[in-house]
């Protein structure tokens, strides 16, 4: 709930102020969705990425400049702006130049893929919302298991727009922020929600070697999944069993259960 | 201890293979000063970005290609590969393309500059070692807290040397891989080695705003560390007092304490 007092002493309802990004770029379809939930919720200002910046991580723009457009007019209903960076220079910028202070809530995604699992990691979606998180404010990654630039955004429209309100209504739990994960199904078909762990999962690389019109050996990054995790409590357990997934995900990194194992080591 | 088996039944010792990267690129003094601490310890394969990528996090190239160059030449004692991507790239492509098998030790560095507390998240440096952990390889990312190109690695070398023995005598606990800092200080003020929590911590953006010569706004992104923990376990408390930090990083994000919390929300 959101509150301010007028200056006759009365109570007021004050709109939640809402930062919307992403790492497939300002124009995807996944995003278009995001927004259309998030002005049900609040004021809504998006800063996102010009071009698709899948697969970013944590990266940030320190070697080159940054760019940021203002690209809706005046009448629009959100504000919204293009950046030139990286998912995480987006919400930087978006905090520090456009906002000019921090919103009270972040939302990212809604990712054209997985994001489940070890995806987490390499995820510019994921880290837009993990850089809110660091700077203290509630975050969300949401994505949806179908690549596909045309995927069905509309099936999950309500479970975004419920999570989104729990979360705007709870906060999260200090040093968290949420990564939610959609299986490819019909609104009807989704059997509900699940709060998972991370799977422990890899990707098994297969570079595809090619050779230029010059005779220059390069490479294409691919890759298999491969989830090594019989768990029922994981993100993909979840999934594969038609559950959206909940990954409370945190950004402190330290192994505390390894502590005591290296301090008994002698250097 | 690496050990195999001759035909004829006795115990021959085998170098462990080792596998360098860091995220300054190969020609940086920081990844020549690891270099020359791993051939004290076994067999060395570099494969190392061929330009600078500090701050590249957990990036992957799937949008481009990725180029492959062998630039050590048959008599080098070291064979060293240069690759056209990030340093997560690198460990992949390293793997999967160069050594066709995993190595016994992946070490990430001698980064110019920290990545204590929050720096390990946009890391290039760390990811690389994080990379490996993932793909179950013991791993070390080693930090020196001095930007200098020039920066004075010899003063640390023993050290590196000791945690990597130690590292590849006892592998690491499952799932962690070790974030290494070294304060700037000559070697006999150093005052030994702190096991350590990842300190609690920001970096408060300062985008440099500047015109083009064509009039066009641009940013620089700048910003200030602030430290907002007063612990005196953790690896800022370590450096700030001349001892070595060091943290063990995990790659399983799930902040597993906010799951019965989210467990009792009603979405």
Chains 1, 2 share one sequence.
Request: proline content about 4%; aromatic content about 8%.
């Amino acid at each position: 709930m959101y509150f301010c007092y007028s200056l006759n002493g009365s109570v007021m309802q004050k709109k939640p102020l809402i930062l919307v990004t992403n790492d497939d770029g300002i124009s995807a379809p996944g995003i278009r969705a995001l927004i259309s939930c998030m002005v049900e919720l609040g004021t809504v200002v998006v800063v996102a990425p010009d071009s698709p910046q899948s697969a970013m991580g944590h990266a940030i723009t320190i070697n080159n400049t940054l760019h940021l457009n203002k690209i809706s007019d005046e009448q629009a209903l959100v504000t919204e702006y293009s950046c030139s960076g990286t998912p995480v220079d987006c919400v930087k910028m978006a905090i520090s130049e456009v906002l000019k202070q921090k919103p009270d809530l972040c939302v990212s995604g809604i990712n054209h893929g997985s994001n489940s699992s070890i995806n987490v990691i390499y995820s510019g979606t994921m880290s837009a919302a993990l850089e809110a998180g660091i700077e203290g404010i509630p975050a969300i990654g949401f994505s949806l298991l179908d690549y596909n630039w045309n995927a069905d955004f509309e099936q999950i429209k309500p479970f975004v727009l419920s999570i989104a309100s729990r979360v705007l209504q709870n906060k999260l739990p200090e040093g968290t922020i949420l990564n939610v994960n959609f299986p490819k199904l019909k609104k009807e078909s989704i059997k509900g929600i699940k709060i998972c762990r991370q799977a422990k999962a890899i990707w098994q690389e297969k570079f595809d070697k090619r050779t230029t019109p010059f005779g220059k050996d390069y490479y294409w990054l691919t890759g298999e999944f491969i989830n090594l995790d019989k768990g029922e409590d994981t993100d993909e357990w979840a999934l594969a069993n038609d559950y959206i997934s909940i990954v409370p995900v945190q950004y402190d990194l330290t192994a505390h259960h390894a502590i005591q194992t290296l301090n008994s080591w002698e250097f």
